[in-house]
Structure formats: C-alpha cells, structure tokens
C-alpha cells in the first residue's frame, strides 16, 4: 500500500496546539508534531475501542508488552524484558519522575547543550541544577566534549547525565564509540545515564539507532531510558510511553515516583495505539522516513538556491532541521519574530536550546511538501 504523505489535511480548529496557538494566517512549522495522518491500522485499533463504547479503567494486556518487546528486539537487536518496562503518560513527565527518584534538590544533572528545551524546564522543577557539558561545533557539525565530559563528571558530583539520543535539536545520531566513551566516563564517576530515547525510530539512510542500553551489562544497570511511539506515528495527544530500568533497585525508585506523581496509567486508547504501531504499521514508518529525508533534501537545495549564506546541517535523525544563520548577524529570537510578523512562519528560536543555540534556526519539516515550500517561500520573502 502507498501511503499519501502530501495531503494537506487541516488542523486549524482542531484544539491542535502546534496550529491554534498561532495567529491568524501563521503557518506553524515548530513544535515537534506532524501534519501528516497516522497510520491507518492505529486508526482502525482506535475505532474498534471507540466503538466499543465503555472507556472505564484498564490494565495493560500482554499483547502491549509483547509488542514492545519485538519491537526494539525486531529493529535494535535490544532484548528488553518483560519486568524492566514501566509505563508512563509522556516522556517528559516520567523524566521528571525519574530525576525525582534519582537525585535529590540541589544536585546537578549534566546536559549537552543546544538540547531539547523541556529538559532545562524539568531540571529546574526538581530543585536540580543544570550542567551543561556544551557540544562542539566545528566544520559545520556537533561532536561531544568529551574531556568536557570527563571533568565535569569527575568534579561536579552530578548524579544524572540527560542523553539525548538522537540529539534534538542537531539532528545527530551518536555512533557506538561516542555512546561508549560518554558510558565509560558516566560509569566511572557513578552518574547514572537517563537516555531519552523518543525520536530513535526516526532515522534516516545509512545511519543506525544504538540503544544505550544495549552496549553492554554495565551500561545497561547504570542507566533509564525513555521510549515512546508518539513521534514516530504522530500519537503525542494519546499519552503513551515506556520506560526501561533493569536495575531492580533503580526500577523499584521510579516504579514509586511515577505512582506519586500519578503519572503511572496509561489510558486504553494509547495501549490501544501503541499495538497497532509496534505491531502493523512498519510499512507506513518506511514510508514516511523516505518522505521526511526528501523533505529534508528540498529544504537543503532550497536554502542553497536562495540562501547560500545559511547552512542546513546534516540531518541523521528527528524530522526538526538545524539551520545556521550567523552569517545573518542577527540574534535568533530576533531573527525567529521579524519572520513571524513579516513572513507569518513560526520556526524556533535557537536559544530555547541553550545559549550556544544563538543563530540558530530549528525547522519542522514533518509536513507535506507543498506546507514546506510555502514555509520557505515566507521565508525567502521576509528576508
């Protein structure tokens, strides 16, 4: 079956946030959902509920586990067991539960700035300070800073690293031996990693998503991760998502945040959703990987042909394009608000991922093609 990725199917008046909280006339093209419809078995799943007719309380089937399971076995060769899932509304919830389980108020967490804005929010909340081991720029990519990482872990007795893999907002997907040396310096200074792990389904070509977890025993007993099928098939608004602990003293911790924190249950219609995903819907996420990346590839020519002072980064992963716009010399919030008013496209500002976010664009290109051309073509004319 092919799937029809160009329809433009409208959101406005919808409750949809990513479209009714922009203005009159803005095409919104920043918070981390896409206009495209899901896929067609997770609609028929959530149907055959609806029609059912009763929404009372429900457990977790084993088929929900069971789909987990063969999933991340299936295209991560990650034997995940049955006992290490815990369940959650949404990952950032569970990684505040989890923060809140594994440290106390006032100690650090390590990040790796320009990184998803929810995580400084969520530190912050947690009484928890943010250390920023920045990401190294240069020649057009991002690297980690590893001896960074190495005297930040070693002095800043932070208790968690936040690893966010893949990394938004860059794009990157980190290769086995960058997992294995951020591991190696976590384990060594007693840091467990908390691998947020929700876009590890959305890569492209001829890279590979590496579960953290799965590079060895130790790395598996010192780290979380979270998952979730809500990026990869479009389900943000049904709350479903899964966390690995196979530490039973870690899992047990966190088993006791989540339930405090009454984040622990996930609702019928996204058990529901989940199944479908994991289990009939790989055919629709092959094609919308390819769709993405030749979305990716006309943003990159576009830019070129109009922009050539901008530069796209390479995209590995995630569906959100970095964009490099120094040479525009001027600030990204700056920058992000004339192309509002004038150009009425709403991209993010670089600096809500950190300081060194600064002239920096990030695009969401999760759209159908003639959504990114008019994006772009805003764009082109507010310049």
Same mark, same amino acid.
């Given at each position: ?20 909280? !922009? ?41 929900y586990y069971d789909a987990v399971i ?16 815990? /369940? !959650?509304?949404? #990952? ?28 400084? /929010? ?70 467990? #990693? ?33 998952? /979730? ?87 590995? !992963?995630t569906y959100l394009a970095w964009v ?7 600030? /990204? ?36 093609? !003639? ?13």
């Open positions: 079956m092919i799937f029809d990725f160009d329809e433009i199917i409208p959101r406005r008046g919808t409750s949809s946030s990513k479209w009714d909280r !922009a203005g009159a006339g803005v095409l919104p093209m920043w918070v981390a959902d896409m206009d495209f419809r899901t896929a067609p078995p997770i609609t028929e799943a959530l149907v055959k509920r609806a029609r059912h007719g009763i929404f009372g309380y429900s457990l977790l089937p084993d088929e063969n999933w991340f076995y299936r295209r991560y060769d990650f034997a995940v067991q049955r006992e290490w899932i815990l /369940s !959650a509304i949404s #990952v950032v919830p569970a990684v505040s539960a989890i923060l809140r389980a594994l440290t106390v108020p006032g100690d650090k967490v390590i990040l790796q700035s320009p990184v998803y804005n929810c995580f400084y /929010s969520t530190i912050d909340a947690n009484g928890c300070q943010a250390v920023s081991n920045d990401l190294i720029y240069r020649n057009g990519e991002y690297t980690v800073d590893f001896d960074g990482l190495q005297r930040i872990a070693a002095t800043s007795g932070a208790k968690v690293m936040l690893l966010c893999n893949p990394h938004n907002p860059v794009g990157r997907v980190w290769t086995r031996e960058e997992l294995m040396r951020t591991g190696e310096i976590c384990l060594r200074h007693g840091v467990t #990693v908390l691998s947020d792990e929700i876009h590890c389904d959305l890569v492209f070509r001829e890279y590979r998503h590496l579960p953290f977890a799965s590079l060895g025993e130790d790395f598996l007993l010192q780290s979380v991760t979270c998952t /979730s099928p809500s990026k990869t098939f479009n389900l943000a608004g049904l709350h479903a998502s899964n966390i690995f602990v196979a530490h039973p003293d870690l899992r047990k911790k966190i088993r006791q945040a989540l339930h405090a924190n009454g984040i622990d249950e996930n609702n019928s219609f996204a058990a529901d959703s989940l199944i479908a995903a994991y289990n009939e819907s790989e055919e629709w996420l092959k094609q919308l990987l390819d769709y993405l990346y030749n979305n990716y590839l006309y943003l990159r020519a576009y830019c070129a042909e109009h922009f050539p002072q901008l530069y796209v980064l390479p995209l590995q !992963a490099d716009c120094t040479a525009l010399q001027r600030s /990204s919030r700056e920058l992000s608000q004339m192309l509002l008013e004038k150009g009425k496209v709403w991209f993010n500002p670089g600096t809500m991922y950190g300081a060194n976010g600064e002239g920096f664009l990030r695009i969401n290109i999760a759209c159908p093609r !003639a959504l990114l051309q008019e994006g772009l073509e805003r764009m082109r004319q507010a310049l």
